[in-house]
């Protein structure tokens, strides 16, 4: 499975930007979709992740609220809506896939990963 993230770019904080990531290649392989970010100097923190089987997305505590997840299975893309975008959510967005049905938080459980999307929130 290969990903390409997409989307990112320069945004006003309390502004919006809606990040995808395409999956080609065998996608049944990597039933659940994550999206991580890595800021300056920080590690590498999850922000969210959904099953292409359905269900409600899991979140990261500092985005809870303002990102939403999604999918389109038809288009093997998986999205991140982010909303009401601060400072802090400055980073390298990366788009990651699991090979287990279980969704999960923790980046080494992920076994494929796009080349991330850079996202800057600055006034």
């Known amino acids: 499975v290969q990903l390409q993230a997409s989307g990112g770019g320069l945004v006003q904080p309390g502004g919006s930007l809606r990040l995808s990531c395409t999956a080609s290649?065998?996608?049944?392989?990597?039933?659940?979709m994550g999206w991580f970010r890595q800021g300056p100097g920080k590690e590498r923190e999850f922000v969210a992740a959904v099953s292409w089987a359905g269900g409600s997305g899991i979140y990261g505590d500092p985005v809870k609220g303002r990102f939403i997840i999604s999918r389109d299975n038809a288009k093997n893309t998986v999205y991140l809506q982010m909303n009401d975008l601060k400072l802090e959510d400055t980073a390298v967005y990366y788009c990651?896939?699991?090979?287990?049905?279980?969704?999960?938080?923790?980046?080494?459980?992920?076994?494929?990963w796009g080349q991330g999307t850079r996202v800057t929130v600055s006034s």
């Open positions: 290649g065998h996608t049944v392989s990597t039933p659940v």
């Open positions: 990651a896939g699991r090979r287990a049905t279980v969704m999960s938080r923790a980046p080494r459980t992920y076994t494929h």
